[in-house]
């Protein structure tokens, strides 16, 4: 039964699968293989069951991210068709690592650096050349008081697949070069969202260590101290040696004060730590990302967690009503 396949834009669901991927659950997974470039992963004995994935492809996310850059229509048009989706009695499709929380943050990342390209491009689709990291968080609504820190950091990515490998540290120059970021394996602990950064003119790289939350109600202080404790280089994947700076990113989907603090390692990086929250009315981010951060959020609603009972008995401190 295809019935539910009538309103929805196959090649729009392409052009956001191609760049921020889908899950193994998918059950549009073998539409996705025959039409539109997904990758067969599984294929079950009595063939009823097909996994699919989207390999790393920069010349196809490129192209995706050209035309989702070209006009603000034709960037609603593949968030309405991804929303439907999800929000379809059949839910259609399935985020790679199974939370639609980190994949919503992924593309919230990914159109971000889109929209700092067309700024700073000639001609204004050209979305494969390095940004600098200043300019990405500005987009998330993020004005870096210690901008000494981050001057002379730049990141490059365009899409983000979820690897399954023993992780080498010659793997950042590899994702720098293909423009690519990560959805960590499963069971790495503290960490969602991996991305590279490389110093201006010098053959250095370094991470920012992205943690993604969503909770329908506001993170709180002491959860967000916990959150940066587990994202904290000393801890949290990937270990890089002599690594002298890094960005510890938590990435909300509701509400979270922003946050900026710098933290010195003993032995290790200094350490950039901020907060944010998918861009609303009051963000200093652009119209355009507001909108984007809306599309996105409705996305995200249908799988927002309430159990914050377990940060209420840790801390003591009165969340209300869950």
Not at 7 to 30: H, Q, V, W, Y
Request: with cysteine; charged share 25%.
């Amino acid at each position: 039964n295809k019935g539910y396949l009538e309103n929805l834009d196959l090649r729009m669901i392409a052009m956001f699968t191609c760049r921020f991927s889908l899950g193994p659950r998918s059950k549009l997974s073998e539409l996705l293989a025959k039409y539109s470039l997904a990758t067969v992963q599984y294929v079950s004995e009595s063939r009823d069951r097909i996994e699919t994935t989207y390999v790393s492809e920069p010349v196809l996310a490129e192209a995706s991210a050209r035309y989702t850059a070209q006009s603000e229509e034709n960037l609603s048009k593949v968030l309405e068709a991804v929303r439907s989706a999800f929000n379809n009695e059949q839910v259609l499709l399935d985020a790679p690592r199974g939370d639609v929380g980190e994949m919503c943050a992924a593309a919230l990342l990914g159109y971000g650096i889109d929209s700092a390209r067309k700024i700073l491009s000639t001609p204004p689709t050209y979305m494969s050349e390095p940004v600098p990291l200043q300019d990405l968080l500005s987009q998330l609504g993020l004005e870096i008081v210690h901008d000494n820190l981050v001057e002379g950091w730049n990141v490059n990515f365009t899409h983000f697949c979820r690897p399954d490998w023993d992780f080498k540290e010659r793997e950042m120059e590899m994702m720098w070069k293909r423009r690519l970021a990560y959805y960590v394996p499963a069971g790495l602990f503290g960490l969602d969202l991996l991305i590279v950064m490389k110093k201006t003119d010098e053959p250095r790289f370094a991470a920012i260590r992205v943690q993604v939350k969503n909770y329908s109600r506001k993170i709180i202080k002491s959860m967000r101290s916990e959150i940066f404790e587990k994202l904290s280089p000393s801890h949290c994947f990937p270990s890089l040696k002599d690594e002298t700076f890094a960005v510890s990113l938590l990435v909300s989907v509701n509400e979270v004060d922003s946050h900026e603090n710098v933290k010195k390692i003993t032995g290790g990086p200094q350490v950039l730590e901020l907060a944010t929250s998918f861009p609303s009315d009051n963000s200093s981010a652009s119209d355009h990302m507001k909108k984007v951060s809306s599309r996105l959020r409705e996305i995200c609603r249908k799988t927002t967690t309430d159990r914050l009972d377990v940060w209420t008995c840790q801390y003591g401190e009165n969340l209300g009503s869950i």
